[in-house]
């Protein structure tokens, strides 16, 4: 059950887009259909930004959008806003009904 | 609304037990589950376990098995956490978030979190 791995920082300027990357294995990224993103402004509960790869929950700006390609998950923010800066986790199903984090990723809007 | 409201912060003394709830509301408690999830000071996200509130039936994380226990209260939509033998590496923020369990395996609504400090 080791952490996803996940780039320490990213950054783009309001307007850009920003790619966060997701690694794990053929056991839990690789594996299955089931990874998410979350997004977390300091001092606050985290909030679910995707789901299942690729799905947005109600409410979420469709500028969040995420990926799959082998044992990488990635979530792309498009159109930078300043809200959107804050810490991005991904978490991905590991079987037994066991779930995993990445390591997070800060992103800053310059 | 959808919500879930967590027990107040806790001090404890390294090898006490600490006991969190977390009480569900707007939704039917037994149609989904419970996964908690802590995160140390400046540390990023850890997931400690998850619980069914459909049949009570439980998942830890393996570095914590044998120090944690997840039950629930169906009569009145509260899950419990109970944390033995505290070091203080376990000062944590801890949460609740609702699970979906085998219908996608992510959490999509979270409580606000319980501070708990373990120091001598």
């Known amino acids: 059950q080791s952490a996803l791995t996940q780039p320490p920082s990213a950054s783009g300027s309001p307007g850009q887009s920003v790619t966060i990357s997701c690694t794990g294995t053929s056991s839990d990224v690789g594996g299955y259909n089931y990874v998410s993103w979350y997004q977390q402004h300091p001092g606050k509960a985290p909030k679910l930004m995707i789901y299942e790869v690729s799905k947005r929950p109600s409410g979420v700006p469709d500028r969040f959008s995420g990926s799959k390609s082998g044992n990488t998950a990635s979530l792309t923010v498009s159109g930078l806003q300043a809200e959107d800066e804050a810490d991005y986790y991904c978490?991905?199903?590991?079987?037994?009904?066991?779930?995993?984090f990445g390591t997070g990723t800060k992103v800053t809007v310059l | 609304q959808v919500q879930l409201v967590q027990s107040g912060a806790e001090v404890k003394k390294p090898g006490a037990s600490v006991k969190v709830s977390c009480k569900a509301s707007?939704?039917?408690?037994?149609?989904?589950?419970i996964s908690w999830v802590r995160q140390a000071p400046g540390q990023g996200l850890e997931w400690m376990g998850w619980i069914s509130a459909y049949n009570g039936n439980t998942n830890y994380a393996q570095k914590l098995q044998g120090r944690v226990t997840m039950t629930t209260d169906t009569s009145t939509s509260t899950a419990y956490m109970e944390l033995r033998s505290l070091r203080s590496d376990d000062t944590a923020v801890y949460y609740c978030a609702r699970d979906r369990g085998g219908y996608g395996y992510y959490m999509d609504v979270w409580g606000k979190g319980t501070t708990v400090t373990v120091s001598s």
């Open positions: 978490s991905s199903y590991a079987g037994s009904n066991i779930r995993v």
């Open positions: 707007g939704y039917t408690f037994t149609s989904y589950g």
